[in-house]
T-cell receptor
Framework: GQNIDQPTEMTATEGAIVQINCTYQTSGFNGLFWYQQHAGEAPTFLSYNVLDGLEEKGRFSSFLSRSKGYSYLLLKELQMKDSASYLCASMDSNYQLIWGAGTKLIIKP | GAVVSQHPSWVICKSGTSVKIECRSLDFQATTMFWYRQFPKQSLMLMATSNEGSKATYEQGVEKDKFLINHASLTLSTLTVTSAHPEDSSFYIC????????????FGPGTRLTVT
């Protein structure tokens, strides 16, 4: 079956660094996505990885290891506005996104 | 660019009535649109995929006669929840792509449906 696993909730301190892990099992693979979702709002695109390695985009970086079915999202210099849910999604062979349940990130001052 | 709108942003309706939600791509042609449902503290659940001019493909467990999807043009898809019940109360989100194989989906802002 298809499955995406990520932690339910994480807490971090403002200004610190946090890593959100995601493991995936999908029928075929056409890339791994990370989205940010604030409460009551639709998801917004953060990153896309289809090749192994680290993609850096400002304070956010995303890593992929296809052989391990593993990805992480790294957030640096955390700000209070980064408090949100972070959704990991894998695109399967039919170009359909399989979503994780999301990781609620709580930032404390 | 790549803006998707939804209307209404929130709606309250009585049990047994029908509600229509519109999803529009404002600055691009969306050959494929997706409809999701999200319950509180849960992940996005894909309900159906619609391609312009053809019938929607529904996910297992989603009643196609209850959730009517019409993708009549390259910029508009509608979801009609028929004979709504309180358990249909949820956050409904659409997304659109320019191509079925495009890697990025552009999401609408979502519609909060409450059935009383």
């Amino acid at each position: 079956g298809q499955n995406i696993d990520q932690p339910t909730e994480m807490t971090a301190t403002e200004g610190a660094i946090v890593q959100i892990n995601c493991t995936y099992q999908t029928s075929g693979f056409n890339g791994l996505f990370w989205y940010q979702q604030h409460a009551g709002e639709a998801p917004t695109f953060l990153s896309y990885n289809v090749l192994d390695g680290l993609e850096e985009k400002g304070r956010f970086s995303s890593f992929l290891s296809r052989s391990k079915g593993y990805s992480y999202l790294l957030l640096k210099e955390l700000q209070m506005k980064d408090s949100a849910s972070y959704l990991c999604a894998s695109m399967d062979s039919n170009y359909q996104l399989i979503w994780g349940a999301g990781t609620k990130l709580i930032i404390k001052p | 660019g790549a803006v998707v709108s939804q209307h209404p942003s929130w709606v309250i309706c009585k049990s047994g009535t029908s509600v229509k939600i519109e999803c529009r791509s404002l600055d691009f042609q969306a050959t494929t649109m997706f409809w999701y449902r999200q319950f509180p503290k849960q992940s996005l659940m894909l309900m159906a995929t619609s391609n312009e001019g053809s019938k929607a493909t529904y996910e297992q467990g989603v009643e196609k006669d209850k959730f009517l999807i019409n993708h009549a043009s390259l910029t508009l898809s509608t979801l009609t929840v028929t004979s709504a019940h309180p358990e249909d109360s949820s956050f409904y989100i659409c997304s659109a792509t320019q191509d079925k194989q495009a890697y990025e989906q552009y999401f609408g802002p979502g519609t909060r449906l409450t059935v009383t």
